[in-house]
């Protein structure tokens, strides 16, 4: 299986926004053991190994969306027995990044299940970004579609990331939502984009697609230029009273090859271990870290659907050796050079073994 390795010119450092559907559906036929070392060869060139970014997510707005998404639980369209709540207090959030602070978290998301913002909310919402970024977060929001004017106010306030899935491929995204299209999906992105927001963009596994749909999602994010810097990778959360309560499980080895095929196909992005950790045990996620998943949420809530216990995840890190992401100081085995690692806060290291971090500006 070496060839796949040189037909598609995997090199260190290089990012591809040209794959192909059979490129990718090689890359998910390669055997399981080969797939995964060539994607952790790929997170080793490109990230510490060692270190994993972690975010907190705060509902901001919950319930009553008018969207029809088929596994959300906060779509007006079913009845999921979700406890609403209207925009909250700016005082709340700002408890809530504190705490989120204090437990070692480095970004702070905050979602509203809206369509789309009102005029009448931004004003609520652009102060969230502005104070929580005093903090020292970086912020991040998930609000619905965005115009090029609304996208631009939120950058302007300081807002780093905005989060948009596509959720599934163009193919099968029609059997998942009804009320705005993939297009609009890919319109609101570009907005973030044009107003100088990081992207955060992914999908969900375990609606019924086929592999072919995870792979042709991917394409749809490899795409883009530059690729979005953070790529969720849920699994659906089967929540009773929507479409997809009684949805087929996904093969753990089937989530984690697409976790080590968008680490390939997006070397340098974050990839997020996101909904539905919690249904994956210690061994199944600590393969996800080794296929090059390098993000998480932490926090007792994931939106509305249960997280995994902050403490479950230090404890977990705790006997991985791994670190939250800027904190990591030391690197046992690597292959990092000054010219294919950019990244990790402008450090780099060396193979040998112990200490080894430079600065290289
Ligand atoms: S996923 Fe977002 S847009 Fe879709 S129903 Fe849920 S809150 Fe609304």
Same mark, same amino acid.
């Given at each position: 299986m070496t060839p796949i390795v040189l037909n598609l010119s995997i090199a260190a450092g290089q990012i591809r926004y040209d794959w192909t559907l059979d490129q990718v559906m090689e890359l998910y036929q390669l $055997?399981?053991? *080969?797939l995964m070392f060539l994607a952790a060869s790929i997170? #080793?060139?490109n990230f510490n190994p060692n270190e994993v970014q972690v975010s907190t997510l705060l509902s901001i707005k919950t319930g009553s969306c008018p969207e029809d998404c088929k596994y959300c639980p906060q779509s007006a369209h079913y009845s999921t027995g979700l406890e609403k709540e209207k925009l909250i207090e700016i005082d709340q959030v700002i408890a809530q990044a504190k705490a989120a602070l204090d437990s070692g978290a480095s970004r702070f998301c905050m979602g509203a299940a809206w369509r789309s913002p009102t005029? #009448? *909310?931004? $004003?609520?919402v652009v102060e969230m970004v502005r104070q929580v970024k005093s903090m020292g977060l970086e912020t991040c929001m998930t609000l619905g579609m965005l115009d090029q004017k609304q996208a631009q106010t939120l950058s302007d306030a300081g807002l780093d990331y905005y989060n948009h899935n596509l959720d599934t491929s163009p193919e099968f995204y029609g059997q998942i939502i009804s009320t705005r299209t993939f297009g609009d999906r890919l319109a609101t992105l570009q907005h973030v984009r044009d107003s100088g927001m990081k992207v955060c963009s992914g999908g969900i596994l375990g609606m019924g697609e086929q592999q072919a749909d995870r792979a042709s999602m991917l394409i749809e994010l490899a795409r883009m230029e530059p690729q979005p810097e953070s790529v969720p990778v849920n699994m659906l959360v #089967?929540? $009773?009273g929507t479409p997809m309560e009684s949805a087929e499980d996904v093969d753990p080895f089937d989530f984690i090859r697409t976790v080590a095929v968008a680490r390939i196909m997006m070397p340098a992005s974050h990839v997020r271990l996101s909904a539905g950790r919690e249904s994956m045990n210690d061994q199944m996620q600590s393969m996800a870290f080794f296929a090059g998943a390098n993000s998480i949420f932490y926090g007792e809530k994931l939106l509305t659907t249960a997280n995994p216990e902050a403490n479950r995840d230090k404890e977990l890190f705790r006997r991985l050796g791994i670190q939250p992401e800027g904190k990591a100081t030391e690197v046992r085995v690597g292959s990092w050079t000054p010219e294919n690692c950019p990244?990790?806060?402008?450090?780099?290291? *060396?193979?040998?073994?112990?200490k080894k971090e430079k600065s290289v500006n």
């Open positions: $055997p399981f053991n *080969d997170h #080793r060139q005029e #009448r *909310d931004m $004003p609520q #089967r929540v $009773p990244k990790n806060n402008n450090r780099f290291y *060396d193979a040998t073994m112990g």
